[in-house]
């Protein structure tokens, strides 16, 4: 009686493709946004700014607040 299911090879070979197929959108941001987001500051960025960011509907916006972002570490 068939048990609904894959074999394990058959499984670890879908899985490989899924990530296969995922793994080079996850390198390549799709915008120099989220770029400088989860690249350039992904460290030092504090939570609090990084859902500001997030909420921000512009690109105009967005390039204030990465203005300011540095503005405020610049010593």
Request: aromatic content about 10%.
């Amino acid at each position: 009686m068939p048990h609904g299911g894959g074999s394990p090879l058959s499984l670890a070979l879908v899985l490989a493709a899924a990530l296969a197929v995922s793994l080079p959108a996850w390198q390549n941001p799709s915008t120099p946004y989220e770029k400088w987001l989860n690249e350039d500051v992904v460290y030092i960025i504090a939570d609090a700014e990084r859902a500001a960011f997030e909420h921000l509907k512009t690109n105009e916006e967005r390039e204030m607040f990465i203005g300011q972002f540095w503005q405020r570490r610049d010593p």
